[in-house]
């Protein structure tokens, strides 16, 4: 069974940092598609960060380039999203997803695996 458990949400001020994880089991991680989505209520979800672990190639949503990183710690088999300048127009619900394929990376549909969210919430 394939679960996907994210952690590192929280409350921060405007131009602070958070560094949300995501431990997944029962999925091979060392070659798939991972990502970080977003998603505020009556929105759909928003690709923020993907990357294909085992190219090691990442893409970020033009909203957060400069701003966000997103890696992978092999040893420990745990995503990360190191959220820096954090605006309130980041705060959402942040979703870690996987797949072991992936044709486009920031797309919701190429995703089958998802975790529960953690929420992120930027005070001005």
């Known amino acids: 069974q394939v679960q996907l458990v994210e952690s590192g949400g929280g409350p921060v001020q405007a131009g602070g940092s958070l560094r949300p994880s995501c431990a997944p089991s029962g999925f091979f991680t060392d070659r798939a598609c991972m990502a970080w989505f977003r998603q505020v209520p009556g929105k759909g979800r928003e690709g923020v960060a993907a990357?294909?672990?085992?190219?090691?190639?990442?893409v970020y949503h033009d909203s957060v380039k400069g701003r966000f990183t997103i890696s992978k710690d092999n040893a420990k088999n745990t995503l990360y999203l190191q959220m820096n300048s954090l605006k309130p127009e980041d705060t959402a619900m942040y979703y870690c997803?996987?797949?072991?394929?992936?044709?486009?990376?920031?797309?919701?549909?190429?995703?089958?695996?998802w975790g529960q969210g953690t929420q992120v919430t930027v005070s001005s």
């Open positions: 990357i294909r672990t085992g190219s090691g190639t990442t």
């Open positions: 997803a996987a797949d072991p394929l992936c044709d486009y990376a920031l797309g919701a549909y190429e995703y089958n695996y």
